[in-house]
């Protein structure tokens, strides 16, 4: 988790709640991965707790900085907006992408 960059307020542990799924292969890049995670239409078919994703304003199918985009899991509505995007990703950190959620 060192490499995870927390908003105040949203390190796990000090928060309400907290999910992270993490999956190791071996063989593939971030860049390999990254349009699976970017494009959250994707998400269903390899994530069968992702559903009914739908964007506002116009935008998606791919994140981007700023996105306000929607999505159930187990059922839950999810309001989201894009708060970390970085494909081309920064010295130490590959790439990123983190979203908030209510």
């Known amino acids: 988790m060192s490499d995870i960059i927390w908003p105040a307020g949203y390190v796990p542990g000090f928060t309400d709640n907290y999910c992270s799924n ?38 998606g199918p791919a994140l981007e900085p700023g996105l306000r985009f929607y999505f159930s899991t187990f059922g839950f509505p999810v309001e989201a907006q894009v708060v970390e995007h970085t494909p081309g990703g920064r010295p130490a950190r590959p790439r990123g992408l983190a979203w908030l959620g209510r």
């Open 22 to 59: 993490e999956v190791i292969v071996t063989g593939l890049t971030t860049a390999d991965v990254w349009p699976f995670l970017n494009e959250p239409e994707r998400w269903p078919t390899y994530y069968a707790n992702s559903a009914d994703v739908r964007f506002y304003d116009g935008k």
